[in-house]
């Protein structure tokens, strides 16, 4: 039976130095604290709350086309001016009426202009939905985000390979 031989000599025996990977070699593999999956959390409850998340990424994308079409609006209604300006100059004093007092500064929804209906989204829709993801991830898996993420990445990536690292800061 040969002897043991310890961490800090190699296979013959001899003292070797010790490398970068020799930290990472003890360290467990896998997601760093704040996205291992709390004890007693089911798959089944991961993948609902990645789920959920999806969903709200989703809204925040909505959310932000909306935003673009406030700004887009608001962005053409000021190009009008010009167009006014420019009617007027050509010549074309009634079309430059029409637009000014038909188009310019109109509501985009009766009674609403598109920072009332960012509003009215954020206030009905998206801020309770944020709020309900959040308490949910909170209650089911103490807060934690992203663990079906997390377990992804554990699934899919390569170990061992360079940007394949479990956790941001392990060596190549």
């Known amino acids: 039976m040969s002897p043991a031989v310890s961490d800090a000599s190699g296979p013959d025996g001899a ?3 010790p490398s970068s990977q020799d930290g990472a070699a003890r360290r467990p593999a896998g997601p760093d604290a704040a996205h291992q999956c709390p004890p007693g959390v089911s798959d089944a409850t991961v993948e609902a709350l990645g789920s959920l998340s999806k969903a709200l990424e989703t809204v925040e994308r909505a959310r ?6 406030h700004q887009l609006t608001g962005t053409a ?13 050509a010549g074309h004093d009634e079309w430059a009426d029409r637009v000014e007092t038909e188009i310019l500064g109109r509501n985009v929804i009766p009674g609403y202009w598109t920072f009332q209906i960012v509003e009215a989204y954020d206030r009905t829709y998206y801020e309770p939905f944020k709020t ?16 079906y993420e997390a377990r992804l990445k554990e699934e899919r990536r390569t170990p061992g390979q360079p940007d394949h690292t479990p956790r941001p800061g392990d060596p190549r």
């Open 77 to 89: 209604d000021f190009e009008l001016d010009r167009a006014v300006r420019l009617l007027r100059e």
């Open 132 to 147: 309900l993801s959040r308490e949910a991830t909170d209650h089911l898996a103490e807060g934690k985000d992203h663990l």
């Open 64 to 69: 932000g086309a909306l935003y673009g079409f």
């Open 15 to 17: 003292a070797r130095r």
